[in-house]
C-alpha cells in the first residue's frame, strides 16, 4: 500500500530542510507522537549524511528509523521504519520527503 501525504510549511525551504534533515534525529521536539528521539547507533549509509538514522520512543514502542537515501542538492531523503508495536500489516515502512 502507497500514502502519499503533502503539506504547505510557510517557512524558508532552508529552515526546513534543517529540521527535517540535520535535525533529524530531533523528531521529539515537534512531532506529538514522538516522546523521546535520538540518533541511531551505525554508520551513515552515505558520505552526505551526519547519521545513520534515529530511534523514537512512541505510543507503539521504539521505532527505528534508517535512513535508505539522502540528496541534499535535491532536498530528499528516503528512510525505513521498524516499529516494535504496531497494528498488523503497519510494522514496517519505507518513507521519502522531499523539501
Known sequence: MNVT?????????DK???T????????GAWASLVSVSDVAEGEPSSAE???A???CQ???????????SYDEAGHTFSY????EKSPPGLKDGDNTWTV
Open 5 to 13: 501525504r503533502s503539506i504547505v510549511i510557510d517557512a524558508p525551504l
Open 16 to 18: 526546513v530542510w534543517q
Open 20 to 27: 527535517a534533515a540535520y535535525d533529524f534525529d530531533k523528531i
Open 49 to 51: 549524511m551526519e547519521m
Open 53 to 55: 538514522g534515529r530511534v
Open 58 to 68: 512512541t505510543p507503539f514502542g521504539k521505532s527505528y528509523e534508517m535512513f535508505r
Open 80 to 83: 525505513a521504519a521498524q516499529v
